[in-house]
Structure formats: structure tokens, C-alpha cells
């Protein structure tokens, strides 16, 4: 069976706050100079939202731009922040709640609200089906497809219906090939296929090394009388140790419900050390614990975070398409926040192809015009602004590190007359398993912690069990023959959904993938120190079905 194709002005793959901010504002261009265009958004969720996890709390810079009237609107932004809380935790029972005016500014958090941003992508889906766009969930874009000059041609969706031995089953179905003028890529943190463009036009030259980060997230319901919505608590330190970085954050929204999580950055050394399980202990701490007594979690999920920001920017654009939000590392991790700065991306590549196609383009060059306006963008200040706040904090640690950022953005306002670097890729950090022991976490009181796989099952991750494997290894004897020896096989324990085992029987020890559990956070093919694994897109309609996240 071959394909069938179709053609589009603008195809975007992605429906997160990157996408759906560029699909609306291509449209709404179009209106407004009353011209004709063809958009579409391809979506790999069994639904807009299913695969969107975040913090979050939202900037609404971006948004104000988009729609102004988007309280009008009915946006689902209910909560406005009302009190910031940065605590330094010493051990497991103490913690040091920090003065405000010690606090970067960067993370003040006034007028800032508590949302979902799943159901800010959902709303947002809605606003781009009014304009006209095409909006196709349960659809994976699995291939990238090339014009005879090199350019982007546009991409092709994943076959339907093919075994796990890779045939042709009774239900199968080719994909569909979606040609476009400009093809803009915005699939989150480590998208699959942004990952080979990079590769291909080199868009990392002369750039740092990418960083990443795993956060791990919780939705709980909590007591009336412990509700204070608009409370937003940040904090650092244990259980984590001094050489790994990372923060926590709990944030009262609405309808009595908190979401907790824990951010851990990728470039930690210990083999032994497991996010999910360091994750687990921290909400026992007091300063956690009050928040939740009493609460039941109703959602779990875990998504990798692109923490590198401006120094670790790629080239954005290419032949015929571009990269934007997370797909191409757009977070400002000074802030915490990476919804706003993704939503601008997306609308300055609209602006930039619009004008192009407006003037006659027939797609497939190198729009040096986003360039130009992301350079004149607040987009660009706010990420030059925030550039030594990870490398700080890998160089100097999270107390030299800290005040250095606090000098930097609250005296200097992000303008200090030095750039720091960090070139150490994430996944070249791991020492010997030999240098560490073993980590003895406690057991899940089943009440505050929890054990993974009871966590994959409240993020509704479903794959059809029939179909080839995401996760693919590059040697399948890595594993056991280099990570296991030297490293005691970390995928154990760095992901955070039961995916990667050591199982020994009668056969000896083999290396399980159990990609039925897989929430595409992505970390395994971030942190894997062989870089032996690489995730590719599964099944449309695969993957986790996050409500409320």
C-alpha cells in the first residue's frame, strides 16, 4: 500500500503552547490581510493535552500578545499566584524558608498564574479551529520528508497496524505523508525528529552542549481547610547532595488540588541515585508533608526539561522549516517557566513564514527573517538575561552558585559582564557504580510514596502491546556487557516508569524493555551514558493520557 499525501501551506508538528501559538497566529495573520492559507497540526496524544506536562505556572506575556481578550475568552488561567515560598532544606526534618529579598527576582512569581498547561493547550487548540486550522490528534509524526535540494518537504505520520516483528497486520494502515511549504517542528523536550535535524544542518555548531533536567510530577487533592490557592513553593536541597542540582516546586490551584514535583538535573554522578525514588522521599519532609496530609494523588507523570537555554540555543531555522519552543531549548530556567518563551517562538516563526509566503515564497529556504526578529524580540533579552543561571550552578554549586545568581539578575538585572560555560555533555557525568554504594531508599508508606508502577497506572500510559518497540538500542549487548559492568545499569533506576530491568532466569541476566510503561519523558535517551538508546515516536495515540497536568 503507498501512501497517500496531502498538501499544506504550513504543517506543525505538535500541539503545545509552541505549536498551537504558531498555528493561531499564522491564522490570524490571514484574516487580517484576508489571504488564503492552509495550516495544519499533527499530534502524536490520543487527544490535545494527553501528552502535555508542566509545572506550571504561566508569564502571560505571550498569551496577552496572542489574545488580549483571552479572560474574555474564557482561558483556563483561574488561579493568580498570591504569596511566593523558597525554602532551602538542610536535612529531612529541617528547612530554612528564605527571604524574599534574597530571592532572583527571576522567581517572584506577582501576577503570574497557576495553571494546567494541558488544558491551556486544549483551550488553545479550540481558538486554532476557529481560525481554520486543521487539528489531527492520534497521529504521530514519525519521518521527515525532503525535497531533491536537501530542504524539508514536510513529514510523513507513522504506519498503523504493524507487528512487533515489524510485518504488516491485519489492521494495518500506511501513514500519510503531509507536504508543506514550511514544516515547523515543536515537539517538546528532545523531540524525536528535531533531534535529526539538528544532527543534519548542524544547527549545534558553535553552540554549548544541550543540558536537561527530569521532573517528576504528582496532582493531589487535598483537604479544604489546607487549601490555599495561589501559594507557590519553591525549594533546594535534600534529599539531593551536593553534587546534584535540582529544585522542588508545590503549587496550590484550583478546586482544593495541589501539583508537587521534583526538577532533577541529568548531570548528576551517581549511578545509583533514581529521581522517582529521591522524588518520593522529599514529599516526607515537613515543609512538603503539611501540604499533603490527609490529600489523595489522583495523577502521576515525568517529562525531561531543555535547561541549557541561550547559550545552548541551536539555529532555529533551516530549508523549508524551523525548530521552536522546547523542540528547540527555548526554556528560561531562571524563571522556571517555559510555556511563555515557547508560545513567542512559535509566533515569531508565524510572523516570519507569513511574511515570507506573502511575498510569493514557495517554501524550502532558510527564513533568516525569524532570525532578525527573534534578535529584536523580548524573547531574545529575557534568555540573554538568564544565560549563567545553569552554568552557575554546575560550576559553583547551588550555595556559590546561588548567590552568584542572585548578584547576577537582582544587581545586574542579567547584564554582568561574563558568560559562563558548560560544555560537559549530560550524559558523559556518571561515575564508576565502584566510587558509590548503593542507595538504600525506604519502602512506600503507600500514603505519601509510592512505588512506580502504581504511578505509571495513574497516568493512563497505554501502547498497543502489538507493535514494534520505541526504545531502540543501538548494540543490544551495551547493556549488559559495558553499562551493567561499569555502571550498574542505570536505565534501572533513571527512569522514572519502570521501563529498563535487569531480570536474571535460567538463561542468565538479559536486559528488559518493558515499553508498555513508557510516559516519553525521554530521559533514557538523554541520559544513558553509551548513548546506546534513541526514543522514536510509537503508535499514534500511545503514550500517557495526562487529565488536569
Not at 23 to 46: F, H, I, W
Not at 103 to 114: A, D, E, L
Not at 388 to 410: C, E, R, S, T, V
Request: a negative charge; one cysteine or more.
Amino acid at each position: 500500500m503507498q501512501r497517500e499525501s496531502m498538501k499544506f501551506d504550513v504543517v506543525i508538528v505538535g500541539a503545545g503552547p509552541a505549536g498551537l501559538s504558531t498555528a493561531c497566529r499564522l491564522m490570524q495573520q490571514a484574516q487580517e490581510n484576508e489571504q488564503e492559507l492552509t495550516v495544519c497540526v499533527v499530534e502524536k496524544g490520543s487527544e490535545v493535552g494527553a501528552h502535555i506536562l508542566s509545572g506550571a505556572v504561566l508569564e502571560t506575556r505571550a498569551l496577552d500578545e496572542l489574545f488580549p481578550n483571552w479572560q474574555e475568552m474564557g482561558a483556563p488561567l483561574n488561579t493568580a499566584v498570591t504569596e511566593d515560598e523558597v525554602y532551602l532544606l538542610k536535612d529531612a526534618r529541617k528547612g530554612t524558608k528564605v527571604p524574599n529579598a534574597f530571592v532572583p527576582k527571576t522567581m517572584h512569581n506577582q501576577g503570574n498564574y497557576i495553571i494546567s498547561l494541558g488544558n491551556l493547550c486544549r483551550w488553545l487548540a479550540e481558538q486554532a479551529e476557529a481560525l481554520g486550522v486543521e487539528v489531527f490528534p492520534g497521529f504521530a509524526a514519525a519521518e521527515v520528508l525532503f525535497n531533491a535540494d536537501g530542504s524539508v518537504k514536510g513529514v510523513a505520520t507513522g504506519d498503523m497496524g504493524v507487528t512487533a516483528e515489524g510485518e504488516q497486520g491485519p489492521n494495518y494502515m500506511p501513514g500519510m505523508e503531509l507536504h508543506a511549504k514550511y514544516t515547523v517542528f515543536s515537539e517538546g523536550c528532545r523531540g524525536h525528529l528535531g533531534k535529526q535535524l539538528i544532527n543534519r544542518f548542524e544547527l549545534y555548531k558553535q553552540k554549548d552542549t544541550q543540558h536537561y533536567g527530569l521532573g517528576i510530577k504528582e496532582l493531589w487533592d487535598i483537604p479544604a481547610e489546607q487549601h490555599k490557592p495561589g501559594l507557590v513553593v519553591h525549594g533546594s536541597g535534600w534529599p539531593l547532595d551536593k553534587d546534584t542540582s535540582g529544585g522542588f516546586f508545590l503549587y496550590h490551584t484550583d478546586n482544593n488540588q495541589v501539583v508537587v514535583g521534583l526538577i532533577i538535573d541529568l548531570n548528576y554522578q551517581n549511578p545509583y541515585l533514581s529521581p522517582f525514588d529521591e522524588f518520593q522521599r522529599l514529599k516526607h519532609h515537613p515543609v512538603l508533608k503539611r501540604h499533603l496530609d490527609g490529600g489523595k494523588r489522583v495523577s502521576y507523570g515525568a517529562r525531561a526539561i531543555a535547561k541549557g537555554g541561550y547559550n545552548s540555543l541551536p539555529k532555529m531555522t533551516f530549508p523549508g522549516g524551523l525548530l521552536v519552543g522546547c523542540d528547540a531549548g527555548t526554556l528560561n530556567f531562571s524563571k522556571i517557566k517555559g510555556s511563555h518563551t515557547a508560545m513567542k517562538s512559535g509566533m515569531l516563526a508565524a510572523e516570519a513564514i507569513f511574511e515570507a509566503l506573502s511575498k510569493g515564497d514557495e517554501g524550502g529556504k532558510d527564513l533568516s527573517g525569524f532570525t532578525d526578529a527573534y534578535k529584536a524580540s523580548w524573547l531574545f533579552d529575557e534568555l540573554y538575561r538568564s544565560r549563567n543561571f545553569g552554568p552557575a550552578m554546575h560550576k559553583f554549586g547551588q550555595l556559590m552558585g546561588g548567590a552568584f545568581n542572585y548578584i547576577d539578575q537582582n544587581w545586574f538585572g542579567g547584564r554582568i559582564p561574563v558568560t559562563l560555560h558548560d560544555n560537559h555533555p549530560d550524559h558523559a557525568q556518571l561515575a564508576p557504580a565502584d566510587h558509590y554504594e548503593p542507595i538504600k531508599y525506604p519502602r512506600p508508606d503507600g500514603t505519601l510514596s509510592f512505588d512506580k508502577l502504581s504511578s505509571v497506572f495513574l497516568s493512563n500510559t497505554n501502547h498497543e502491546e502489538d507493535q514494534p518497540c520505541h526504545l531502540k538500542l543501538a548494540d543490544a549487548s551495551i547493556p549488559l556487557k559495558q553499562n551493567l559492568q561499569l555502571f550498574a545499569e542505570p536505565a534501572q533506576r533513571y527512569c522514572p516508569a519502570g521501563v529498563y530491568e535487569i531480570v536474571e532466569d535460567e538463561g542468565g541476566k538479559r536486559f528488559q524493555i518493558n515499553g508498555q510503561n513508557c510516559l516519553h519523558c525521554k530521559t533514557c535517551d538523554i541520559k544513558d551514558p553509551a548513548q546506546n538508546i534513541t526514543w522514536v515516536t510509537p503508535e499514534g495515540m500511545g503514550g500517557p493520557n495526562y487529565p488536569n497536568m
